[in-house]
């Protein structure tokens, strides 16, 4: 069972485009959902993350839009850079009280400079 | 601060033997999480503890598969009997716990091959 699922599975944009990478959820107990990026041959860190009270979070070039009602997230990279090139994961946390995450299958993304 | 260690970082072992991961979580963390990574199924969880006590394992094939943590500085994943479709990158992640998940300190990860 597949609960968090993100598209597109890869993306390429061009340096300084904004890259946009979807995420959504099947589980309406989550309440907490952290992004995760994943450098080649490094192990995933987190990037930004984002409860349910709030349908925004930035943090500089980084911005999760969220939609509680539709059950979908989205990340923005605005003036996206080379460096910003890696594989981002949309996770989801339930509420039920264990920490487990749940990880989507990612979004392998690359920016051409 | 060494961040979360783990050993070894590749391990190569013929189907039906015994692999032994180790973790050592960041000092001062109190929950210890085991996930595995593959391209097929990508990042999985295992189980994790809370102040050394088991208290999720839901992620874990039930057979052959498990973990403990008997002092706050490491914890272990053992696979009994491995199989080829055990090879993967398993995760050993640790968070102050002081609250709900957190932010997850992921370690480099033990490459298990199963041949």
């Known amino acids: 069972q597949q609960q968090v699922r993100q598209s597109p599975q890869s993306l390429t944009v061009w340096e300084g485009e904004t890259a946009i990478l979807n995420c959504s959820y099947e589980?309406?107990?989550?309440?907490?959902f952290p992004w995760y990026w994943q450098f080649p041959r490094e192990s995933p860190a987190l990037l930004i993350a984002i409860r349910p009270v709030s349908n925004k979070k930035e943090d500089g070039r980084f911005t999760i839009f969220f939609n509680k009602r539709e059950k979908k997230l989205s990340l923005h990279i605005t003036d996206s850079q080379p460096g910003d090139s890696a594989t981002y994961f949309c996770?989801?946390?339930?509420?039920?009280?264990?920490?487990?995450?749940?990880f989507g299958s990612g979004t392998q993304l690359t920016v051409m400079p | 601060n060494a961040g979360v260690i783990q050993t070894p970082r590749h391990k190569v072992t013929g189907k039906g033997q015994e692999a032994t991961l180790w973790c050592e979580p960041i000092s001062g963390h109190s929950a210890v999480f085991w996930y595995r990574q593959t391209i097929v199924q990508g990042l999985e969880f295992l189980t994790y503890f809370r102040n050394q006590a088991p208290i999720d394992d839901s992620g874990m094939p039930k057979e052959r598969f498990s973990a403990q943590m008997p002092n706050q500085s490491h914890s272990t994943l053992k696979i009994q009997s491995t199989q080829p479709q055990d090879s993967a990158v398993y995760l050993c992640a640790s968070s102050l716990g002081t609250g709900g998940v957190e932010r997850l300190f992921f370690g480099h990860g033990t490459k298990l091959s199963v041949l």
């Open positions: 996770a989801g946390e339930g509420s039920s009280g264990s920490w487990q995450l749940i």
């Open positions: 589980d309406s107990t989550f309440d907490y």
